[in-house]
């Protein structure tokens, strides 16, 4: 079993839909962090976060420590929202990243 | 700050080559980072340094891999002889770490490696 797991796999979206991508670990964490690869491939770090909430703009990234368990919600989505969401938990005690699969979201027009 | 930069973009080889990466991180981040993205594996973790010191090379495949960062502000990534299964996506990232704090990372846009 995978120490992140992510949900859904894939996921398609009309857009201004309101998307939600989920996240569980299973070990104990210092900070998770949600990234966005766009299909060109670069890689964008959108949130790190260790308690409660943040947002930026559309975008909200909430954790819950206890349950073990982080969601990025996206409101209003757009087409240019489309890309791939990866979930990533730095262990206690470490400077590396675990990462999940990643979701891949397409919103279409 | 231009952010993180590698070097080759693109890079095909043929089996049997030696291949070197290359990463030029943000300029005062004090932790590196050399991840391989692969469409069976996802992003994993190759090798971290801090300092200039390499930490954590668990992930490091094999001995055909190794990677260097001789001061701050440049690191190499060598892969010798090369494999048709190294071909992936080379991703290194920066970050700046003063004791247990983390601000965050900045990737680099990686290297697509095809050994043929």
């Known amino acids: 079993k995978n120490e992140v797991e992510q949900s859904p796999q894939n996921l398609t979206a009309q857009e201004g839909e309101f998307i939600t991508i989920n996240c569980s670990y299973s070990v104990g964490i210092s900070a998770l962090h949600w990234l966005q690869q766009h299909p060109g491939g670069g890689i964008v770090s959108l949130f790190m976060?260790?308690?409660g909430k943040k947002k930026h703009g559309r975008l909200i990234a909430t954790i819950n420590i206890q349950e073990k368990h982080s969601s990025l919600h996206i409101t209003a989505s757009h087409p240019r929202d489309s890309a791939v969401y990866i979930c990533a938990v730095r262990a206690g005690g470490s400077e590396k990243l675990v990462f999940g699969k990643g979701t891949k979201l397409t919103v279409n027009p | 700050d231009a952010g993180v930069i590698q070097s080759p973009r693109h890079e095909v080889t043929e089996m049997g080559q030696e291949v070197t990466l290359r990463c030029k991180p943000i300029?005062?981040?004090?932790?590196l980072f050399w991840y391989r993205q692969t469409m069976m594996r996802g992003l994993e973790l190759l090798i971290y340094?801090?300092?200039?010191?390499?930490?954590?090379d668990s992930g490091m495949p094999e001995d055909r891999f190794s990677a260097k960062m001789p001061n701050a502000s440049f690191s190499t990534l060598k892969i010798q002889p090369s494999e048709p299964r190294d071909s992936a996506v080379y991703f290194c990232a920066s970050s700046l770490n003063p004791g247990q704090l983390n601000y965050g990372y900045t990737f680099g846009s990686g290297t697509r490696l095809t050994v043929v």
């Open positions: 976060l260790s308690s």
């Open positions: 300029s005062g981040h004090n932790s």
């Open positions: 340094f801090n300092n200039n010191v390499p930490i954590d």
